[in-house]
T-cell receptor, first 111, second 112 residues
Framework: NAGVTQTPKFQVLKTGQSMTLQCAQD?????MYWYRQDPGMGLRLIYY???????DKGEVPNGYNVSRLNKREFSLRLESAAPSQTSVYFC??????????FGDGTRLSIL | GEDVEQSLFLSVREGDSSVINCTYT??????LYWYKQEPGAGLQLLTY?????DMKQDQRLTVLLNKKDKHLSLRIADTQTGDSAIYFC????????????FGAGTRLAVHP
């Protein structure tokens, strides 16, 4: 049982490049989330998807876009990466009336 | 606005009990969570408590909730070196998408 799987685990980008972070869950959860984690701070919500076909902004959505491709997959895209987006990105999923379960994260550095 | 605060660092001796504290501001919180993060890893759900409960015990873990003071604590009995990690407190409300507000995390260091 893999749970929440994120790819890639590490990535280095140059300023202005674009990339997509992938997330897939095999728990048949309706809700999925993207967070970023910065040093000395808790996780902050970027975007979430309450169910397949819907997405909404969280606390820090600027500079990001998301796609809920199907029930399993929720991707996060950086169109033009900036150094301020250097962070660890976590995907999470949640079933009805259940806690959120997290992936192992993607460590992203933007030079 | 909503806020969750934790002390940043706690050092304990192996075998002692650890108590990690958390305060929150949202009086409409329905669930409160404790997550553990080991170096280079994701967040692992340790335990959670519903807001109408005062205490929850799960093996070495005891969660205490004082709703009046908006104070949550996690006690780890017989702390081991494997308990060294960052512990995050988080709250959620009854909103449709289960928005979580996290504290900055408490780094627990266990020494011999």
């Amino acid at each position: 049982n893999a749970g929440v799987t994120q790819t890639p685990k590490f990535q280095v980008l140059k300023t202005g490049q674009s990339m997509t972070l992938q997330c897939a869950q095999d728990m048949n959860h309706n809700s999925m989330y993207w967070y970023r984690q910065d040093p000395g701070m808790g996780l902050r919500l970027i975007y979430y998807s309450a169910s397949e076909g819907t997405t909404d902004k969280g606390e820090v959505p600027n500079g990001y876009n998301v796609s809920r491709l199907n029930k399993r997959e929720f991707s996060l895209r950086l169109e033009s990466a900036a150094p301020s987006q250097t962070s660890v990105y976590f995907c999470a999923s949640r079933g009805t009336a259940m806690p959120q379960h997290f992936g192992d994260g993607t460590r992203l550095s933007i030079l | 606005g909503e806020d969750v605060e934790q002390s940043l660092f706690l050092s304990v001796r192996e075998g002692d009990s650890s108590v990690i504290n958390c305060t929150y501001t949202d009086s409409s919180s329905t669930y409160l969570y404790w997550y553990k993060q080991e170096p280079g890893a994701g967040l692992q759900l340790l335990t959670y408590i519903f807001s109408n409960m005062d205490m929850k015990q799960d093996q070495r873990l005891t969660v205490l909730l004082n709703k009046k003071d908006k104070h949550l604590s996690l006690r780890i009995a017989d702390t081991q070196t494997g308990d060294s990690a960052i512990y995050f407190c988080a709250e959620s409300n009854s909103g449709g998408y289960n928005k979580l507000i996290f504290g900055a995390g408490t780094r627990l260091a266990v020494h011999p």
